[in-house]
């Protein structure tokens, strides 16, 4: 009986430390623009662009995975860099998704 409690024992410490999976929401890549020319598109145009909305989730699915997701209008443009250098690489984000996330995070930041 004993042996059997710690098997359970075990196990729910196995189940509770697991990684759990959160589905991102599904980015279509085909026509994402490439980091340096989302950043070249005028501020108005950039909160209805494809790549403020693919950023928008992977932002929502890959970011809210690990922790709550941030107001992005508490940062600035320039707040959000190192940031997403930082977060990018905690959450394997690849070149383009990490392109996309700025043109979100951006186009919906403070400004001063």
């Not at 009986?1 to 710690?6: A, D, G, R, V």
């Not at 490439?34 to 005028?42: F, G, I, Q, S, V």
């Not at 922790?67 to 905690?90: C, F, S, V």
Request: proline share 5%.
């Amino acid at each position: 009986m004993k042996f059997l409690s710690i098997v359970i024992f075990v196990l729910l410490l196995v189940y509770g430390c697991a990684r759990k999976n959160v589905p991102a929401a599904p980015v279509n890549t085909a026509n994402v623009m490439k980091e340096p020319d989302a950043m070249k598109m005028p501020p108005t145009d950039l909160k209805n662009s494809k790549e403020a909305i693919a950023g928008m989730g992977t932002y929502n699915g890959k970011c809210g995975k690990c922790h709550g997701l941030k107001n992005t209008a508490d940062y600035t443009k320039e707040q959000w860099i190192p940031i997403m250098d930082r977060m990018a690489i905690k959450a394997h984000l690849d070149t383009m998704e990490k392109a996309n996330v700025i043109v979100y995070v951006q186009s919906h930041a403070k400004n001063i």
